[in-house]
Every structure is written in C-alpha cells, then in structure tokens.
C-alpha cells in the first residue's frame, strides 16, 4: 500500500513541475526580454505588462504570472533630431 502512496506522490510532483517552470514574475521575464533585445541592439521599443484578457492587437513576446499577464512589444516611431 505504501508503495502505491509512493508512486502516486511522485507521479503528481513530475505532472507539476512543467506547470511550475512556466510561472514566472513579470517584471522580470520583462527585464529579460529587455536584455536581450538590447544585446541585438533594437532601439526605440517599448515592453508593458498587459492583463491577458486586454490583448488585442499588440504584438506578444511573453506570458507571466501563470498567463495572467502578457508582455507586449511596440516599435516606437523614430525621434526626429532637432
């Protein structure tokens, strides 16, 4: 019997582990993405942290929170120097 316990304790931590690898906090898988969008040298973007239920035609490059949240990227329009 305590075999069968065993098993099924472990069976249920191994299902949860991917579930608990994709929770992340957004301020910083946003900090993240802005690393390595900054190591590729993209300028004038901007990342904002958009409630999931909000997104309508934002470009999306990451989910936090559990999928609560979503990390839209906008192309800012170029600076015109004076």
């Known amino acids: 019997m305590s075999r069968i316990c065993l098993a099924i304790?472990?069976?249920a931590i191994l299902l949860c582990m991917p579930v608990l690898a994709q929770i992340k906090p957004c301020e910083e898988l946003k900090s993240e993405i802005d690393a390595k969008l900054k190591k590729k040298?993209?300028?004038?973007?901007?990342?904002?942290?958009?409630?999931?239920?909000?997104?309508?035609?934002?470009?999306?490059?990451?989910?936090?929170?559990?999928?609560?949240?979503?990390?839209?990227?906008?192309?800012?329009?170029?600076?015109?120097?004076?």
């Open 9 to 11: 304790m472990v069976s």
């Open 41 to 82: 040298r993209v300028v004038n973007y901007t990342l904002e942290i958009v409630p999931a239920d909000q997104i309508k035609d934002q470009k999306v490059v990451g989910s936090c929170d559990g999928g609560k949240n979503k990390i839209t990227y906008t192309k800012d329009k170029d600076k015109k120097k004076e």
